[in-house]
């Protein structure tokens, strides 16, 4: 039997964005052993007001932040080094590694992830499969789950698990909310 380890938990609205067109957004999360992720973010409001993405080649792409977009966040408790994800309703995507704070960002060598979306009334689910790097398949890790959300009118929300005092800021490290703790094989 495969050792799993599964987290469902609720993003926040950041406090300065605007709001009305997302009623909520549900994450559930899958930890596999081998470092695998399964990540389902379920957004709740006014699907038809969500501006999405025109469907993409499913590539590495920069820049999907400023647009809608769910994102992960990931590094070990005792080290200030992370790396980020981006994944975008058009199938596109995004890796990069920090070494520190907004800092040292490269791009992040990895696997592309699997991305796959359905909608429904008042629905919308992105799911997401990916291998953590090499260094995190195998240790506890702190995770911050967020999301961007642009509406049809130029309005932009920002949900994450925290926030932090002032601006929206995702790299922020309480934002880190979450512990996926490590799994081995059973």
């Not at 957004?43 to 469907?55: C, S």
């Not at 990916?130 to 995770?143: C, F, I, K, N």
Request: overall charge negative; some cysteine; proline content about 5%.
């Amino acid at each position: 039997m495969a050792n799993i380890s599964m987290t469902e938990t609720v993003l926040q609205c950041h406090p300065l964005s605007e709001k009305g067109f997302v009623g909520g957004i549900a994450v559930h999360v899958d930890r596999a052993e081998a470092g695998r992720l399964q990540i389902k973010y379920t957004l709740h409001g006014v699907i038809d007001g969500v501006h999405f993405p025109e469907a993409a080649q499913p590539e590495r792409t920069d820049g999907l932040w400023k647009d809608t977009c769910f994102e992960l966040f990931c590094g070990r408790a005792d080290d200030g080094s992370y790396v980020e994800f981006n994944f975008a309703p058009s199938g596109q995507w995004a890796a990069y590694a920090f070494t520190g704070y907004r800092a040292g960002m490269t791009e992040l060598a990895c696997a592309p992830p699997q991305i796959g979306c359905t909608a429904g009334e008042g629905m919308f689910e992105m799911t997401v499969t990916l291998d953590l790097p090499e260094s995190l398949r195998a240790v506890d890790v702190m995770a911050g789950l967020s999301a961007v959300i642009a509406d049809k009118h130029g309005r932009t929300a920002y949900w994450a698990l925290a926030h932090p005092p002032g601006k929206a800021d995702f790299h922020h490290k309480d934002c880190f909310a979450l512990q996926l703790e490590a799994r081995s094989a059973a």
